[in-house]
């Protein structure tokens, strides 16, 4: 089993940048597939991006192409989400997850498919 902590959400401009992070201990994160989701007040959860186990592949929501980017640091055992050229609607608590199953090459973009989830961090942009 593995636990995920999110970090690095807060206030921000439109326009502003802000890197979360998500930190996993009991398990090495080379074992899974990773995501970022996101939740805002009276929506669903909405897929982010996501990175596979091995070669980083990824895959982004249409939303956020070109303007967010995650990445892995094995070493770490840390998982990245940059957001740059932020926006009042990516306001929202954002989730990091890990998918076990995930082959290795994969980078799921479906929550039900993920095993583990971390408790979110708040992001607010400001227009």
């Known amino acids: 089993q593995v636990q995920l902590v999110e970090s690095g959400g807060g206030l921000v401009q439109a326009g502003g940048s802000l890197r979360l992070s998500c930190a996993a201990s009991?398990?090495?994160?080379?074992?899974?597939?990773m995501g970022w989701f996101r939740q805002a007040p009276g929506k669903e959860r909405e897929f982010v991006a996501a990175i596979s186990r091995s070669l980083d592949f990824t895959n982004y929501a249409d939303s956020v192409k070109g303007r967010f980017t995650i990445s892995r640091d094995n070493a770490k055992n840390t998982v990245y989400l940059q957001m740059n050229s932020l926006k009042p609607g990516d306001t929202a608590v954002y989730y990091c997850?890990?998918?076990?199953?995930?082959?290795?090459?994969?980078?799921?973009?479906?929550?039900?498919?993920?095993?583990?989830w971390g408790q979110g961090t708040q992001v607010t942009v400001s227009s």
């Open positions: 009991g398990h090495t994160l080379t074992s899974y597939a």
């Open positions: 997850a890990a998918d076990f199953a995930a082959p290795v090459t994969v980078a799921t973009t479906e929550g039900a498919q993920y095993d583990y």
